[in-house]
């Protein structure tokens, strides 16, 4: 723990520079989601191309995540903090002024890892500069920042591509992350201690590998089948690349990334709780606009519109997730957060293109809702069911993880969208879009109740008492 003494006033100005800057970074998560369509028909690509300007965004985040911990106890504060500020600015420089894709998507992957670097970072620093008996109240506004910010994102990009064009949205983010820059270089202190550790660049490689080739191969489902090369070798670097760096983890006496962690029964099941909920949440995120736009043929601004009134309530009941967690524990919380989200996507599988989207609208809001309530929840109580020295470790896994799940589910959810659609254009003649989102949201509904499942047999009653 750095010996740093900090006023009241620096504390602040740090955490609000913390807040903002990781605010800005979030949004862009999933902004793209509602810009899609534009960006794929300007890029001249195929939707299955352009979801990776999201998934590949959740990809180097999550093989940047478990680096920062590495990092921030080698590299002093300040400097590792606006280095990875200018990393993510330089991301939206060339994504604003990208005229191909290949250039676009290395934008993205640079902004994914500064995002990765600060949302790290955020979180250690903020339990470090709080004294115990304020941690809890910084860490509730933190998570809203963070929670909130990428399910309002898509509302607003939406409105914005439609008014000024989808590359504003990252020459807004740019003139929000140069004054955090400025603001970081001013207030922020040398606030952690710093020691010599070597870098394990073998286990490093490994991720990598594991976590790429995995979310490669999947990803390249929808545009090249399942039994193509690209899907298939990538897979199996993945699937190699996972278990090497599984068996190094287990057999070095400091590993990259703690694994033993997951022999924690509630730790485990908060992990892929969180990575389900992911698998949903970012997949939808992505269908959602594409329903909106590509199959009823309406506006960025209506599709943004859409998603509204449930990234407002979202964002007015995110900061008392924890509340209500602290009240009646996280089973109840679990179980009604899945089972809200299952029905929500049961739901959809009912519509048709001659609904009203307003019908979709108050579907989204249920969806949110559960959303918000599992996922902070969900993190808060995995950190508390495990060790006090490996909670870094703990946090970095199951962020990671999640992160992963939710690439894969952009992936997953957008191919069966395009496949379901194209072998039923025959039958279905019009339709054929419409059938694609209604199967979609239908395997959604099977991976919800998955989740229910995991709550209903993964928590127990002891659960429901508040952990200290």
Same mark, same amino acid.
């Given at each position: 723990?750095?010996?740093?003494?900090?006023?009241?006033?620096?504390?602040?100005?740090?955490?609000? /520079?913390?807040?903002?800057?990781? &605010?800005?970074?979030?949004?862009?998560?999933?902004?793209?989601?509602?810009?899609?369509?534009?960006?794929?028909?300007?890029?001249?690509?195929?939707?299955?191309?352009?979801?990776?300007?999201?998934?590949?965004?959740?990809?180097?985040?999550?093989?940047?995540?478990?680096?920062?911990?590495?990092?921030? /106890?080698?590299?002093?504060?300040?400097?590792?903090?606006?280095?990875?500020?200018?990393?993510?600015?330089?991301?939206?420089?060339?994504?604003?002024?990208?005229?191909?894709?290949?250039?676009?998507?290395?934008?993205?992957?640079?902004?994914?890892?500064? /995002?990765?670097?600060?949302?790290?970072?955020?979180?250690?620093?903020?339990?470090? &500069?709080?004294?115990?008996?304020?941690?809890?109240?910084?860490?509730?506004?933190?998570?809203?920042?963070?929670?909130?910010?990428? $399910? $309002?994102?898509?509302?607003?990009?939406?409105?914005?591509?439609?008014?000024?064009?989808?590359?504003?949205?990252?020459?807004?983010?740019? +003139? &929000?992350?140069?004054?955090?820059?400025?603001?970081?270089?001013?207030?922020?202190?040398?606030? *952690?201690?710093?020691?010599?550790?070597?870098?394990?660049?073998?286990?490093?490689?490994?991720?990598?590998?594991?976590?790429?080739?995995?979310?490669?191969?999947?990803? /390249?489902?929808?545009?090249?089948?399942?039994?193509?090369?690209? +899907?298939?070798?990538?897979?199996?670097?993945?699937?190699?690349?996972?278990?090497?760096?599984?068996?190094?983890?287990?057999?070095?006496?400091?590993?990259?990334?703690?694994?033993?962690?997951?022999?924690?029964?509630?730790?485990?099941?908060?992990?892929?709780?969180?990575?389900?909920?992911?698998?949903?949440?970012?997949?939808?995120?992505?269908?959602?606009?594409?329903?909106?736009?590509?199959?009823?043929?309406?506006?960025?601004?209506?599709?943004? *519109?859409?998603?509204?009134?449930?990234?407002?309530?979202?964002?007015?009941?995110?900061?008392?997730?924890?509340?209500?967690?602290?009240?009646?524990?996280?089973?109840?919380?679990?179980?009604?957060?899945? !089972?809200?989200?299952?029905?929500?996507?049961?739901?959809?599988?009912?519509?048709?293109?001659?609904?009203?989207?307003?019908?979709?609208?108050? $579907?989204?809001?249920?969806?949110?809702?559960?959303?918000?309530?599992?996922?902070?929840?969900? !993190?808060?109580?995995?950190?508390?069911? !495990?060790?006090?020295?490996?909670?870094?470790?703990?946090?970095?896994?199951?962020?990671?993880?999640?992160?992963?799940?939710?690439?894969?589910?952009?992936?997953?959810? +957008?191919?069966?969208?395009?496949? !379901?659609?194209?072998?039923?254009?025959?039958?279905?003649?019009?339709?054929?879009?419409?059938?694609?989102?209604?199967?979609?949201?239908?395997?959604?509904?099977?991976?919800?109740?998955?989740? $229910?499942?995991?709550?209903?047999?993964?928590?127990?009653?002891?659960?429901?008492?508040?952990?200290?």
């Amino acid at each position: 723990m750095s010996k740093i003494v900090l006023t009241e006033k620096k504390r602040m100005l740090i955490f609000v /520079n913390v807040v903002i800057s990781c &605010i800005a970074c979030s949004m862009l998560a999933t902004a793209l989601s509602t810009a899609l369509p534009p960006i794929v028909r300007d890029m001249n690509i195929s939707v299955t191309t352009g979801q990776w300007l999201t998934s590949g965004y959740s990809l180097m985040m999550a093989i940047t995540m478990p680096l920062t911990a590495f990092l921030v /106890n080698r590299f002093p504060t300040k400097r590792l903090y606006c280095t990875a500020i200018m990393i993510f600015s330089i991301g939206l420089v060339i994504c604003a002024v990208a005229p191909s894709f290949p250039l676009m998507m290395t934008g993205r992957l640079l902004q994914a890892a500064g /995002n990765g670097m600060l949302t790290s970072m955020a979180q250690v620093i903020t339990l470090t &500069i709080f004294p115990a008996e304020k941690r809890g109240t910084a860490m509730g506004w933190y998570g809203m920042s963070v929670g909130a910010a990428p $399910i $309002i994102a898509p509302t607003i990009a939406g409105i914005m591509v439609d008014l000024v064009g989808w590359r504003m949205i990252f020459i807004a983010s740019l +003139v &929000i992350m140069i004054i955090a820059f400025i603001y970081a270089i001013i207030v922020f202190e040398d606030v *952690l201690d710093n020691v010599k550790k070597k870098f394990d660049v073998i286990s490093f490689v490994m991720s990598a590998l594991a976590f790429g080739g995995v979310t490669l191969g999947i990803g /390249n489902i929808g545009s090249c089948g399942f039994t193509d090369i690209q +899907v298939i070798l990538p897979l199996i670097i993945g699937i190699i690349g996972s278990g090497l760096f599984v068996y190094r983890q287990l057999h070095m006496d400091e590993p990259f990334l703690e694994l033993r962690t997951l022999s924690n029964k509630d730790y485990a099941v908060s992990v892929i709780g969180s990575m389900l909920l992911y698998f949903i949440m970012m997949g939808s995120s992505i269908v959602l606009p594409l329903y909106a736009q590509q199959t009823l043929g309406l506006s960025a601004t209506i599709s943004a *519109l859409m998603m509204l009134p449930g990234s407002a309530l979202s964002a007015v009941i995110s900061p008392y997730a924890g509340k209500i967690y602290d009240k009646i524990g996280i089973r109840s919380l679990f179980i009604s957060g899945s !089972v809200g989200l299952t029905i929500s996507n049961a739901l959809m599988i009912f519509i048709n293109a001659d609904m009203s989207v307003w019908i979709a609208a108050v $579907i989204n809001i249920v969806r949110n809702v559960s959303i918000t309530c599992l996922m902070m929840p969900l !993190v808060t109580w995995g950190a508390s069911t !495990v060790e006090k020295e490996l909670t870094a470790h703990a946090t970095a896994l199951l962020t990671s993880l999640r992160t992963i799940a939710g690439a894969i589910g952009s992936a997953v959810f +957008v191919a069966i969208m395009t496949m !379901v659609a194209d072998n039923s254009l025959e039958k279905y003649g019009a339709n054929a879009s419409m059938h694609g989102v209604n199967m979609t949201f239908l395997a959604m509904t099977i991976t919800g109740i998955i989740l $229910i499942l995991l709550a209903l047999l993964g928590t127990s009653r002891k659960s429901e008492v508040k952990k200290v």
